[in-house]
């Protein structure tokens, strides 16, 4: 089905009650995982990548693995820029085929963080790319920044109207509504009242940040409240890990590459299943690329 962007299909989710599930690349096993996982369940996908990786793989590799990707399957297939601070970032990504990206000014005053994202929404706008923005303070770790669990700071319900107000195109919005990146050391505490609150008030489908570890009726609660797209990093990565290991654990003396690779793909995949059975999104590839009869 190739590439689609986000926006449109996260709207799709939005009205019909189901979460997109949008994972964090490592590599190109990994982006197969995530593209074939979704693939099995005929569901819609986002691959995500955070500037890190990018920094890693550079800008062309990662969109031609995953446009190749996306073509060779029947599914809609989203490719994401994760966390972004750096607008140089943003534009080699709209030049190097990106369908979406994100910018996030959440650490800049108000102000600021606004008019930098209008600036790039206008940018987005006029590539045809999708945007997501950010407001409030997402809590753990992204890339380099670290905001404490406690300290992570609700978005504010008035700010979030004042925020989306000359954006009517966001592809999806992400206040911070009480979720953190990384492993949960306490029970996350979410605003289900904020986030109910800013879906009754702004026409735009919600990011759910920090999607790792929250339990089946969290990720109900949030996806009815009208998150359409779920983010999952850190178990992904923990999988990415785990997955190569767990095949020395079981053949200490294997000394053939692949057996490992195909260990990590399989337990990666496993979890892109899951989740998205977790979020519903099963069977809905059709519905969510507006192509379903
Ligand atoms: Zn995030």
Not at 116 to 128: D, F, K, P
């Amino acid at each position: 089905m190739a590439f689609v962007s986000m926006g449109p299909m996260l709207k799709r989710a939005q009205a019909d009650g189901y979460g997109i599930a949008a994972f964090n690349m490592i590599d190109y096993n990994s982006a197969r995982s995530i593209v074939e996982g979704a693939a099995d369940m005929n569901a819609p996908i986002i691959v995500q990548v955070s500037v890190k990786t990018i920094r890693h793989w550079g800008f062309k590799p990662i969109a031609t693995w995953v446009r190749m990707m996306a073509e060779d399957t029947d599914v809609p297939v989203a490719l994401h820029l994760d966390h972004c601070t750096d607008e140089d970032v943003i534009k080699r990504c709209i030049d190097a085929g990106w369908t979406s990206v994100m910018f996030d000014g959440s650490s800049l005053p108000f102000a600021e963080n606004r008019e930098r994202s209008e600036a790039i929404y206008r940018l987005t706008e006029s590539a045809g790319v999708g945007l997501e923005a950010e407001i409030g303070a997402i809590g753990g770790v992204e890339d380099d920044k670290f905001v404490a669990e406690d300290s992570a700071i609700l978005a504010d319900y008035d700010e979030c109207l004042e925020f989306v107000k000359n954006m009517p195109n966001l592809a999806v919005f992400a206040p911070a509504i009480g979720t953190a990146h990384g492993v949960y050391k306490g029970q996350p505490k979410i605003a289900y009242a904020l986030l109910e609150k800013i879906t009754a008030a702004v026409a735009i489908p919600i990011a759910l940040h920090g999607g790792t570890g929250l339990s089946q009726e969290q990720f109900d609660r949030c996806i009815a409240a009208g998150c359409a797209k779920v983010n999952i990093s850190t178990m992904h990565k923990l999988r990415f890990i785990k997955g190569f290991i767990g095949v020395r654990q079981e053949k200490p003396k294997l000394e053939e590459p692949l057996p490992f690779i195909i260990g990590q793909y399989d337990a990666m995949k496993k979890d892109v299943c899951d989740m998205i059975t977790a979020f519903g999104s099963q069977g809905k590839a059709a519905h969510a690329a507006g192509t379903a009869g």
